[in-house]
């Protein structure tokens, strides 16, 4: 039960892990790649401040995301039907503000390390949650509210 929580097998694919465990294993991945491959970079006392503005903003970015969609009556839960597309708030900019969110926490520790190798990662957790997360929901998306759905693609970028 408790690892339902956690990954879900899914038709189609192997194994898909829930993007705040994503967000986990490329946070643990960035203090790893901090310590194994220590590649520091110039301007590091901008970075800490830096850092922590990402940090407000990222979990800013998400939590209003994710209370958006409670009042929509709404679930954010990744793999569930959704029963309203909404379109407001930080979604009329982004498709995915909470991937977002979680994308600049990634950034922020990379700069809080003042670590290179660190924020390298950030590019490979944007193709991790594009394959293993967002083109599954787009699919499911696109099944429960059709037209609705493709034209708010057309014009709303997936990222920034």
């Given at each position: ?7 879900r097998?899914?038709?189609g694919?192997?194994l898909r892990?829930y ?10 991945a ?9 590649l520091?970079f110039a301007?590091?006392e901008?970075t800490?401040p830096l850092?922590l503005?990402?940090?407000l903003?990222g979990?800013?970015i998400a939590l209003?995301?994710?209370v958006?969609f409670?009042?929509?009556?709404t679930t954010?839960h990744p ?12 979604y009329?900019?982004?498709?995915n503000?909470?991937y977002l ?6 950034i922020?520790i990379g700069l809080w390390?003042?670590?290179l190798s660190?924020l ?5 957790f944007?193709l991790?949650?594009?394959?293993c997360n ?5 699919q ?12 708010y ?7 920034i």
């Amino acid at each position: 039960m408790r690892q339902e929580l956690l990954i879900r097998k899914e038709k189609g694919f192997s194994l898909r892990l829930y993007p705040p465990v994503w967000f986990l294993i490329f946070a643990a991945a960035a203090l790893v790649a901090n310590r194994l491959l220590p590649l520091s970079f110039a301007l590091a006392e901008a970075t800490r401040p830096l850092a922590l503005l990402l940090t407000l903003v990222g979990g800013l970015i998400a939590l209003w995301a994710a209370v958006l969609f409670r009042w929509h009556d709404t679930t954010a839960h990744p793999y569930a039907e959704a029963s309203r597309l909404v379109t407001r708030g930080p979604y009329r900019y982004i498709r995915n503000p909470m991937y977002l969110g979680l994308l600049l926490l990634l950034i922020a520790i990379g700069l809080w390390l003042q670590s290179l190798s660190a924020l390298l990662l950030s590019p490979l957790f944007i193709l991790v949650i594009n394959r293993c997360n967002i083109l599954p929901e787009e699919q499911r998306l696109l099944q429960s509210f059709g037209e609705a759905y493709r034209e708010y693609q057309s014009r709303t970028r997936r990222w920034i």
